[in-house]
């Protein structure tokens, strides 16, 4: 089945650019509908949902995060990518990236459907100097 | 603060039945579907709930999800010691084109 590998730098200068990756296994990044989300976690706090990116290259970012965050595919080698620039102490916590699945059920109404279903096991990245 | 509200904590006795809130507004849970997902200590979230009330293969059909309006709730029944957990919901945004979560519940199986 497809798994999710984050990794990157561990440590990040205030100011520097974060760069993570995540290599998918198991399966292709080009096979099916879906997007590839990355998200975070603080030490001891919630989920924050940083984008996504389709293989086609489209993307969806964070409002709180859209000037400072760039995601990118790679389906050569079955990797995406997160760039984070002028990261502070606030960008401190693991970061995970996920498959997102996404459709539209039709009934009386069409529904949107988005949902993180299979998760990499997460890496911490500390903004320190 | 999240743009969706939980309850920090919530706990139960073994064999008990909880539920866990999640409010939102019509820009979120109330147009669109709610997930939820349970994150065990020390490990990465885990999809519980999608399409607000479908369960994927494999979680127990001791849990289950209802929406109405623009609130949610994750019910556990015969609570085990092996829930104790955080738990997240989370909501599609349309106007955001982005995914926002709730703050997390606590679980704490006495």
């Known amino acids: 089945q497809v798994q999710l590998q984050e990794s990157g730098p561990g440590l990040v200068k205030p100011s520097q650019t974060l760069s993570l990756t995540c290599t998918v296994s198991?399966?292709?990044?080009?096979?099916?509908?879906?997007?590839w989300s990355w998200i975070r976690q603080p030490a001891g706090k919630g989920l924050e949902w940083i984008g996504r990116?389709?293989?086609?290259?489209?993307?969806n970012y964070n409002p709180s995060l859209k000037s400072r965050v760039t995601i990118s595919v790679d389906t050569s080698k079955n990797q995406f990518s997160l760039k984070l620039s002028s990261v502070t102490a606030a960008d401190t916590a693991v970061y995970y990236c996920?498959?997102?699945?996404?459709?539209?059920?039709?009934?009386?109404?069409?529904?949107?459907?988005?949902?993180?279903?299979?998760w990499g096991k997460g890496t911490t990245v500390t903004v320190s100097s | 603060q999240s743009v969706l509200t939980q309850p920090p904590s919530a706990s139960g006795t073994p064999g008990q039945r909880v539920t866990i809130s999640c409010s939102g507004s019509s820009s979120n849970i109330g147009s669109n579907y709610v997930y939820w997902y349970q994150q065990l200590p020390g490990t990465a979230p885990k999809l519980l709930i999608y399409?607000?009330?479908q369960r994927p293969s494999g979680v127990p059909d001791r849990f289950s999800g209802s929406k109405s309006g623009t609130s949610a709730s994750l019910a556990i029944s015969g609570l085990r010691s092996e829930d104790e957990a955080d738990y997240y919901c989370a909501a599609w945004v349309d106007s955001l084109s982005a995914l926002v979560f709730g703050g997390g519940t606590k679980l704490t199986v006495l």
């Open positions: 990116i389709y293989t086609s290259g489209s993307t």
């Open positions: 198991g399966g292709s990044i080009s096979s099916g509908s879906y997007h």
């Open positions: 399409r607000s009330n």
């Open positions: 996920a498959r997102g699945k996404e459709g539209h059920d039709y009934g009386d109404y069409v529904h949107y459907y988005y949902y993180m279903d299979v």
